[in-house]
């Protein structure tokens, strides 16, 4: 691992206050112990849970690696990521969730992966190898299965997790992509990983467990599914 390289994550929260220091305290653990550059970017949207005193408590234990930007209105996970990503000071950008299904422990292996062959894109599968889903009941199992299935049948990708969203983008690249993409929702995930190929970046896949949230409610809903299969559509006739 190069001595130069900063990983800056990028952590959207809506709601995340129970889960917000843990996962913190996980992440700057891991990178210290793998003697790595890092900040890590909250990214919250005026979450009523209190999510930014938070925050603001964790900039003060940890210093300024921990930032927080803030948005006046749950806006999205997709814009929040984009608007995330113009803070980033590091060469490369994490994404990832704050309710722990994304555990930090993966993060060491996705960075080991994107060296051995200087990918562009490593994302977590859980529909590969040792990776896997646990907590979900049968129809959240379902939709999910469901939604790659579909999306890989109509646009052919070749990657086996196009709807996960615990990924390592080189910076460039991540600016690239996310900048043509135009879903706002949950199917954001699955239009970068589309477009990416489409663009011709290497992407490589680690086996990730993604372990359903301890703390809140996810923001999944009939609308996002909704969109989502809108988004895999009009991706068909346009990439
Ligand atoms: N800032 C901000 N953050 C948000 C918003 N919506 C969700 N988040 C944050 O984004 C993360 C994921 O949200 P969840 O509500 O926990 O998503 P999920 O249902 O568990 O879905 C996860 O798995 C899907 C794959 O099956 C993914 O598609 C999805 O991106 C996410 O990783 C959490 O950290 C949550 O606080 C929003 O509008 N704004
Ligand atoms: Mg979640």
């Known amino acids: ?112 992966k994107q060296t051995e062959a200087d990918y562009d894109i490593v994302t977590g599968t859980r529909y590969a190898g040792d990776g896997g889903v646990y907590g979900w009941d049968l129809k959240r199992k379902l939709v999910s299965r469901g939604a790659n299935l579909f999306a890989d049948t109509v646009l052919q990708p070749g990657v086996s997790d196009l709807t996960g969203s615990f990924r390592l983008y080189k910076k460039g690249v991540l600016d690239d992509v996310i900048h043509s993409t135009e879903s706002k929702g949950y199917s954001f995930q699955m239009e970068m990983m589309v477009r990416a190929k489409a663009k011709g970046y290497n992407v490589a896949e680690v086996p990730i467990s993604f372990v359903d949230r301890v703390y809140g409610d996810s923001k999944l809903g009939g609308e996002e599914i909704a969109q989502y299969l809108k988004g895999v559509l009009s991706l068909w006739t346009s990439v």
Do not use: C
Not at 7 to 22: A, H, K, Q, W
Not at 46 to 54: L, N, R, V
Not at 77 to 84: E, I, N
């Open 1 to 112: 691992m190069s001595k130069n390289n900063k990983y800056s994550v990028l952590l959207p929260t809506y709601n995340e206050r129970d889960n917000l220091p843990i996962i913190v305290w996980l992440l700057q653990q891991m990178f210290n112990d793998n003697k790595l550059d890092w900040e890590v970017i909250i990214i919250d949207d005026g979450s009523p849970d209190g999510t930014q005193t938070i925050a603001k408590q964790l900039i003060k234990a940890y210093g300024q690696r921990i930032k927080l930007y803030t948005r006046t209105g749950k806006l999205g996970l997709g814009t929040a990521y984009v608007h995330g990503l113009q803070y980033a000071t590091g060469n490369f950008v994490i994404i990832m969730d704050a309710d722990f299904s994304h555990h930090p422990k993966f993060i060491p292996q996705m960075i080991k």
